[in-house]
């Protein structure tokens, strides 16, 4: 009996092994369905925290609980078989002590599937990515703008375009390179900055509004299909959806308002043989 192998998903240190040679693909997922058209393209799938935004519209991630990150990153994985499924630590669950941050990071592990995280932070984060890390945890790191931080910068802006910001950044990625993160994301982060990183380090960058020097990017998926109205300089819309959607709804609200639809091929009849017991009446009066 011929026995098919199930392909194995891409592994943590696979993607660290990509440094220096193809590119590393990467999107965002939310959700089982679109994880599932875009997994044969891509090495990796993040569920972001983004989430709070694109999906439930929230004003900023801070609200994301673990909770929501949970149904979301099972959703995914159950909707994939191939790609690495990293899963975002949301604001709150990891930045208090390494001790909280393994507890919430088992928790996302064990309930969703997945099998690495990512956390938002630098040379503050290092010691809790050398905790995970050393305790079976791979962990993505997310340098640059770093939208949890999004109250004490004061709003999302474009990391290291001035020279002075740029030796607090070599910091940052060398100390979650040296405390063992597989790969690190770079966001909005000035090119000769996110060149500099990129060789620096000897783990991959995957970048986002960080140019093509990095070893990998990844964008929002509905950023990409032209769902946000508002996107990022950095975003390329790769489909306008917007437009199909919305030229779809309108097509269905024509259609049900003119009773084109449902037509015969999407309605039920009875069954060629049906019997009609004695008494029944059979002429649409509802019973
Ligand atoms: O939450 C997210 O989608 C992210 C990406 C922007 C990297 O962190």
Same mark, same amino acid.
């Given at each position: 009996?011929?026995?098919?192998?199930?392909?194995?998903?891409?592994?943590?240190?696979?993607?660290?092994?990509?440094?220096?040679?193809?590119?590393?693909?990467?999107?965002?997922?939310?959700?089982?369905?679109?994880?599932?058209?875009?997994?044969?393209?891509?090495?990796?799938?993040?569920?972001?925290?983004?989430?709070?935004? /694109?999906?439930? &519209? !929230?004003?900023?991630? =801070?609200?994301?609980? +673990?909770?929501? *990150? @949970?149904?979301?990153?099972?959703?995914?994985?159950?909707?994939?078989?191939?790609?690495?499924?990293?899963?975002?630590?949301?604001?709150?669950?990891?930045?208090?002590?390494?001790?909280?941050?393994?507890?919430?990071?088992?928790?996302?592990?064990?309930?969703?599937?997945?099998?690495?995280?990512?956390?938002?932070?630098?040379?503050?984060?290092?010691?809790?990515?050398?905790?995970?890390?050393?305790?079976?945890?791979?962990?993505?790191?997310?340098?640059?703008?770093?939208?949890?931080?999004?109250?004490?910068?004061?709003?999302?802006?474009?990391?290291?375009?001035?020279?002075?910001?740029?030796?607090?950044?070599?910091?940052?990625?060398?100390?979650?390179?040296?405390?063992?993160?597989?790969?690190? /994301?770079?966001? &909005? !982060?000035?090119?000769? =900055?996110?060149?500099? +990183?990129?060789? *620096? @380090?000897?783990?991959?960058?995957?970048?986002?509004?960080?140019?093509?020097?990095?070893?990998?990017?990844?964008?929002?998926?509905?950023?990409?299909?032209?769902?946000?109205?508002?996107?990022?300089?950095?975003?390329?819309?790769?489909?306008?959806?917007?437009?199909?959607?919305?030229?779809?709804?309108?097509?269905?609200?024509?259609?049900?308002?003119?009773?084109?639809?449902?037509?015969?091929?999407?309605?039920?009849?009875?069954?060629?043989?049906?019997?009609?017991?004695?008494?029944?009446?059979?002429?649409?009066?509802?019973?």
């Amino acid at each position: 009996m011929s026995q098919k192998r199930k392909q194995a998903r891409i592994t943590a240190p696979e993607i660290q092994a990509r440094k220096n040679a193809r590119p590393i693909v990467a999107l965002t997922a939310y959700h089982a369905h679109t994880a599932r058209l875009i997994e044969p393209h891509v090495d990796l799938l993040l569920v972001g925290d983004s989430l709070g935004m /694109v999906m439930h &519209g !929230m004003e900023t991630t =801070l609200p994301v609980s +673990l909770e929501l *990150m @949970i149904m979301h990153g099972a959703a995914v994985v159950r909707g994939t078989s191939r790609a690495l499924v990293v899963v975002d630590m949301p604001f709150g669950s990891y930045e208090e002590s390494p001790q909280q941050a393994f507890r919430n990071a088992v928790r996302i592990i064990k309930e969703t599937g997945c099998t690495a995280v990512k956390l938002e932070g630098g040379q503050r984060m290092a010691e809790t990515i050398h905790f995970l890390t050393a305790r079976g945890i791979p962990v993505m790191a997310h340098i640059g703008l770093t939208p949890q931080s999004v109250n004490t910068m004061g709003g999302y802006r474009v990391a290291g375009r001035e020279y002075d910001e740029w030796e607090a950044l070599e910091q940052d990625a060398l100390a979650v390179a040296k405390a063992g993160a597989f790969s690190v /994301v770079l966001e &909005g !982060m000035a090119e000769p =900055l996110a060149a500099r +990183l990129t060789k *620096m @380090i000897s783990i991959p960058t995957i970048g986002i509004g960080a140019s093509a020097a990095c070893d990998g990017q990844i964008l929002v998926l509905e950023d990409m299909l032209g769902l946000n109205p508002a996107p990022a300089k950095f975003v390329r819309e790769f489909a306008n959806l917007g437009a199909v959607i919305a030229s779809a709804a309108e097509a269905y609200a024509e259609a049900v308002r003119s009773r084109s639809f449902p037509s015969r091929e999407h309605t039920y009849g009875m069954k060629r043989q049906a019997t009609v017991p004695k008494g029944r009446k059979t002429d649409g009066d509802g019973s």
